[in-house]
T-cell receptor
C-alpha cells in the first residue's frame, strides 16, 4: 500500500493555465504539507494543514491555493501558471504538527512552457 | 530564525570508501535533528534522527551524533555502496511547526 500518493506524476502545461495536484495519505496522520523543490534540489515548505486547518502559509503567491477536504487529502490548485512555477512539488504527512518525521509522496514534476 | 548549512556537493566516492557529509545548524531552543535521503526520481525518506544532545541516530549503516557544543550533526558511513548514491538532506525542527532543510548534498558512489 502506498502511504502518500500524488497525482499526476508529471504535468506539462502552458503559461496562463490553471492546474491541480492531488495528494492522499493512508497513514492516519493529522498533518499534511506541500513543498516545492527547485532544479537545484532546494526544498521549501509552502503550506501545512492540521486536521483540515491551515497552520503554515509561507510566502507563496496567492495563485497557489491549497484545499483539504478531509485530513487524508490535501490538494494544491495553481492559477495562471508561470514559467517560474516549474518544479517538483512534494506532498508529505506527519503524525502531528511540529513532527520532523514526515512521510513524502513521490512528487509531481510540473513543467510550464 | 532556524537554518541548516550542509557541505557543497557533489561528493564522489569509490565503493567501500568512508563517507562524511557535514551539517551545522543555527536554532533557538532545543531542535530535533534529522537526515533525509532522496533517491533519483523519488520523494524524501527519513534516514535517521536525534532528539537531544549527544543522541546518536543510526540506520542502514549510517550514523550521526547530535553535538550541541559544535551545533553539528554530521552524517557518516563506514563503507558506502553504489546503491547509496542519492541526495542527502540535513534538517531540523525547532519552535516553529515545520522542518527546516539544508540545501542537500549529492553523493555519487562509483565501482
Amino acid at each position: 500500500d502506498t502511504a502518500v500518493s500524488q497525482t499526476p506524476k508529471y504535468l506539462v502545461t502552458q503559461m496562463g493555465n490553471d492546474k491541480s495536484i492531488k495528494c492522499e495519505q493512508n497513514l492516519g496522520h493529522d498533518t499534511m504539507y506541500w513543498y516545492k523543490q527547485d532544479s537545484k534540489k532546494f526544498l521549501k515548505i509552502m503550506f501545512s494543514y492540521n486536521n483540515k486547518e491551515l497552520i503554515i502559509n509561507e510566502t507563496v503567491p496567492n495563485r497557489f491555493s491549497p484545499k483539504s477536504p478531509d485530513k487524508a487529502h490535501l490538494n494544491l490548485h495553481i492559477n495562471s501558471l508561470e514559467l517560474g512555477d516549474s518544479a517538483v512539488y512534494f506532498c508529505a504527512s506527519s503524525p502531528g504538527t511540529g513532527s520532523g518525521e514526515q512521510y513524502f509522496g513521490p512528487g509531481t514534476r510540473l513543467t510550464v512552457t | 530564525g532556524n537554518s541548516v548549512t550542509q557541505m557543497e556537493g557533489p561528493v564522489t566516492l569509490s565503493e567501500e570508501a568512508f563517507l562524511t557529509i557535514n551539517c551545522t545548524y543555527t536554532a533557538t531552543g532545543y531542535p530535533s535533528l534529522f537526515w533525509y535521503v532522496q533517491y533519483p526520481g523519488e520523494g524524501l525518506q527519513l534516514l535517521l534522527k536525534a532528539t537531544k544532545a549527544d543522541d546518536k541516530g543510526s540506520n542502514k549503516g549510517f550514523e550521526a551524533t547530535y553535538r550541541k557544543e559544535t551545533t553539528s550533526f554530521h552524517l557518516e558511513k563506514g563503507s558506502v555502496q553504489v546503491s547509496d548514491s542519492a541526495v542527502y538532506f540535513c534538517a531540523l525542527t525547532g519552535t516553529a511547526s515545520k522542518l527546516t532543510f539544508g540545501t542537500g548534498t549529492r553523493l555519487q558512489v562509483t565501482l
